[in-house]
């Protein structure tokens, strides 16, 4: 193990010495729990009433050029039926329950995107953007730590930082696409992105 | 042993789904072989839900949530169904498994399980290529198959090239590269791969542009090999 990843698991320890031995805990996982076991619907109306505002959001800027607000509420509908169709799937363990749906309404966005090109299709997203199906235990436990982490250092991040983090993450553009816009080098975005990542604990060696 | 990683940039871009497709198709399948760059990937993905989670909500049509359990109550699919193309039938599944080569997800995916099923063009002795159609016109992605021993042509790079490990392992001048690497070449570097000499070296590759040959022989063969290409490419389609 290299000597970045030993401090990176020292720092992981401290942030959890805060927190208790699994993070805070996620009041929608029980929600979505009900779902699967019992297709609550009054539980579902509480996630709806929660996320579908946010996702709706997201979808906003990532299809800004579309402008168009009936899809994105359309989009957000299909996000949703996906959230109470697969809410079985959904593994506490391996993911939050923000993640999870930031990862349905990520495909979905995308799947959107593909249906409108003109390409055939040989191969479907969720062949590519799927959770592998054997996953390490130890690496997820830290994984569930890292949470924890981010939620506590995202404040803390500099405007320029957040800003290309924002643009990465919420606005669906590439390393490519950020450096175009804010008329920077690739490789200036590249290092404020790791730069950022980096005080998340994200330490990625290149 | 993996020494060979995506950088921040590849996983970044593949967490946020802004990776061209092909490229994409290369980052998943080392993922499937590397414990390390999935843990990067689920934190990079946890930072989305962070961020999602704090979005300035747009709300929704009060008919929504009415709208959308309508449709569950009759049993609606998704509208974006996320399974469009046939799935891969069981006995092709079952037959990559017995041909003793892990097919990550993806690959399995766009070789319909088998690599057997796959059109072969053999190039020189100790090459075939078979290409793979990824609906990502900016990039050729193929399975190339180095036979055990095999040298490639020493051939040179006008775009980016991303090599993915299948089986077996190569070196070239710049080091020695086994089962799971993801090796990033530039345009502008040349090298010339030689498999080991225990077993063939399977790799997924993909190319933003065709890669030129160095020696004239080459050079004299390329538009041909180019010609074989395309015309795959149109009995494929």
Known sequence: ???SEDSNIGSLRKALAGAGPQGAPDPWEAAIRKVAQHQDRAEFKKLFDHYAPMIKSFLCKGISSYADRSLAEEMTQEVM???WNKADSFNP?????????FTIARNTRIDFIRRNGRAGRTIDIEDIWHEADSPEPVVELQQRRVETMIRNAMATLPEEQALVL?????????????????????????SRIRLALSKLQILIDR | MISYHPDSRYLTDFATANLPLAEAVCVSAHLEFCGKCRAHVQQLTDVGGHMLARLQPE????DSFAALMA????????QFPVTVAAQV???DVEEAAQSHVFLPRAVRRLVSGSLDKLRWVQLGKALRVAPLQVSDESRETAIYDIRAGGRMPEHEHRGEEITV?????????DGSYSCGDFVVRHAGEAHQPTATMDKDCICLVCLERPVRPRGLFYRLLEPLVNYRLQRMNRSVA
Do not use: C, Y
């Open chain 2, 59 to 62: 709300a929704v049509s009060e």
């Open chain 1, 81 to 83: 039926l996906k959230v």
């Open chain 2, 71 to 78: 449709r569950v109550s009759a049993g609606a699919q998704e």
């Open chain 2, 89 to 91: 039938p069981q006995e």
């Open chain 1, 166 to 190: 924002e643009k990465a993450f919420m606005e669906n553009k590439s390393h490519n696409d950020i450096a175009e816009e804010l008329a920077l080098p690739l490789g200036t975005v590249k």
């Open chain 1, 1 to 3: 193990m290299s000597s």
């Open chain 1, 93 to 101: 363990t391996k993911a939050s329950v923000n993640t999870w749906i």
């Open chain 2, 165 to 173: 490990l299948l089986q077996g392992s190569f070196s070239d001048a």
